[in-house]
């Protein structure tokens, strides 16, 4: 069985390039999960850019922070069985569900979606106890999660927790891919951060300009989606017979834009 996860999705260039690539590659793997939190202008997911990945060969769409973006997307999540995720480790009164079950290939596939506590303003569930809560309560052949966390070693030490536990380990939400791809101990495949898929000539993913601007003004302005050097970042991995990895691959590409995107 063959897993491919992508790496947040950064506006319009992020979301062409993603579907340009997935048109190239969706026949090599039997189940895609991708972070959607960024797709819509760089905050935010909408129904109609959800359909668009689907369409498009996605499984589960995962997300974090800015889920709350767009109202727009709120009927979607609450759907019942709605595979755009919000973290699970949010209130139970918030809409929608932190993870999925859906089947591919013959095999139930988990997906759980987290958020990260340390360096960020979140208020939520503990995702240590979160996790462990639905591992000890939910059953799967194959176990994915997200974990849309800031710092490295919350995520590491989340990693550890639940390893041999779950098969695919992945942190998104600070848009740089890690290089520290590797099996953990008890069997899971673990990478801190996939990445993003937009435009590499920006501040992950937003225009330079603005990015700047914030820093040296102190105080709040808009940031614009960058256009440019598009990338693909991500993970693929490979599950034998068992289930057991044997092969993991990080995901870095550069694609040619061929339109200027708005």
């Known amino acids: 069985m063959r897993i491919l996860l992508l790496g947040d999705i950064v506006g319009r260039p992020g979301r062409h390039t993603v579907i340009a690539y997935l048109a190239r590659v969706r026949d090599e793997y039997d189940f895609i999960v991708m972070n959607g939190e960024n797709a819509a202008g760089g905050f935010g997911i909408t ?17 974090g922070n800015h889920i709350w973006k767009q109202d727009s997307i709120i009927p979607v999540l ?3 069985e709605s595979v755009v995720l919000r973290p699970a480790n949010y209130p139970n009164s918030k809409p929608g569900r932190g993870c999925v079950t859906k089947e591919a290939a013959g095999v139930s596939i988990q997906v759980i979606n987290l958020q990260g506590k ?6 939520g569930d503990c995702p240590f106890k979160t996790a462990d809560r639905i591992l000890g309560s939910t059953k799967a052949d194959v176990r994915v999660i997200d974990f849309h966390a800031e710092a490295t070693s919350e995520k590491l030490a989340l990693a550890h927790f639940v390893d041999g536990r779950v098969n695919v380990f992945v942190g998104t939400h600070t848009h740089v891919q890690t290089a520290d791809e590797q099996v953990l101990p008890g069997g899971t495949a673990y990478l801190t951060d996939l990445g993003m898929c937009g435009s590499s000539r920006g501040v992950i993913g937003m225009e330079v300009k603005c990015s700047i601007g914030r820093f040296l003004s102190d105080r709040y302005s808009k940031l614009i989606v960058a256009q440019g050097g598009e990338m693909i970042n991500g993970l693929d991995v490979t599950l034998d017979e068992k289930f057991a990895v044997s092969k993991l691959r990080r995901v870095y590409e550069y694609v040619q834009a061929t339109e200027e995107f708005s």
């Open 118 to 123: 340390v360096f960020t303003d979140f208020s």
């Open 47 to 63: 129904p109609k850019i959800a359909r668009s990945f689907l369409e498009a060969g996605a499984d589960v769409i995962t997300s």
């Open 78 to 80: 609450s759907q019942d």
